[in-house]
């Protein structure tokens, strides 16, 4: 076909290969939160459905999207993890990064009733996307704890607030002045001595967040079948099936990756 004299325009496009070898990371976060939690009366400092409509949409990415062997999120972030040898789109970053934001996205409104019931949704939320690459395992994994030591330092922090002016009725300004300085062990003294509170007792989903992993699971079935004589039987089939499982431990020492030996490559 004929090329028209427009053509040449496509050469203005960057190449924003990722380079190879690197685990490329997604990271999403909620387009002012901060707001939208009000808007919508998130319980405070942790709402249940607004976690399991971001996990249930972090699914959705992984479901849909191909190479994504891990992903991890807390508060209205989630970054996923595609595999070091992905070529999926050529492995450029625009379009993984889109892909991943838009899926989200439409899921975050397609499945907000699941979690929300009727409380309608008051204008459509949107999530902002950066592309990070780690070129090796011992980065990635400081990476994604990284991630979860922040939601730990929010969590325990959002925890006393709250409980400081839920429970001890501190005004917010007064709970702030409270915990200026305070370092964790002082925040979990609060909890414990004032309030009876045991930190780690606390839910894990808002302690250490949501990891999202594949796992083969043996699937048995149990099928009909016609036998030649006409007769039928139920036959016992097992298979392998692939799907996504939901972990809120921690992830920064040892134990879940030799748990989980399959989810990084070696790094040689
Ligand atoms: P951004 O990301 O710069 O557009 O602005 P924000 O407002 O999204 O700020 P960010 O992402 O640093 O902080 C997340 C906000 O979302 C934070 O204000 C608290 C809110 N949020 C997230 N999860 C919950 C929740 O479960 N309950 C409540 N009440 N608020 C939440
Ligand atoms: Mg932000
Ligand atoms: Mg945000
Ligand atoms: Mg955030
Ligand atoms: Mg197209």
């Keep these: 076909m004929a090329k028209s004299k427009f053509e040449y325009v496509r050469n203005f496009e960057t190449d924003d290969t990722c380079l190879r070898n690197c685990y490329i990371v997604v990271r999403l976060d909620g387009r002012n939160f901060h707001k939208f939690a009000e808007q919508h009366t998130f319980t ?3 709402d249940n459905r607004a976690l399991g409509l971001m996990t249930r949409s972090a699914r959705s990415v992984m479901e849909e999207l191909e190479d ?3 992903a991890y999120g807390q508060s209205d972030e989630f970054s ?3 595999k070091r040898t992905s070529t999926w789109f050529k492995r450029r970053a625009s379009k993984l990064m889109t892909h991943v934001a838009s899926q989200f996205s439409s899921s975050y409104v397609f499945y907000w009733k699941e979690f929300f019931g009727e409380q309608p949704l008051l ?4 999530f902002d996307g950066r592309v990070v690459l ?3 395992n011992h980065n990635l994994r400081d990476y994604l704890s990284w991630r979860q030591a922040d939601c730990h330092i929010n969590n325990l922090y959002n925890t006393v607030f709250w409980t400081l002016v839920q429970k001890g009725g501190l005004t917010t300004a007064q709970a702030e002045d409270r915990l200026k300085g305070t370092l964790a062990a002082d ?4 909890l414990f001595s004032e309030f009876d509170i045991n930190y780690n007792t606390e839910p894990a989903l808002h302690r250490k967040g949501t990891t999202l992993i594949w796992e083969k699971r043996d699937e048995t079935v149990i099928k009909r079948k016609k036998l030649p004589s006409g007769e039928e039987k139920d036959v016992a089939a097992t ?3 692939r799907r996504v499982q939901a972990h809120h431990c921690d992830i920064i020492g040892e134990q879940f990756w030799e748990e989980h030996p399959d989810v990084l490559e070696d790094d040689n």
């Design 123 to 126: 204008y459509p939320p949107g």
């Design 239 to 241: 298979r392998s099936r």
């Design 68 to 70: 994504i062997v891990i």
């Design 187 to 190: 925040k979990n003294e609060i």
């Design 44 to 46: 405070k400092p942790n």
């Design 134 to 136: 780690y070129p090796s």
């Design 80 to 82: 996923f993890v595609f």
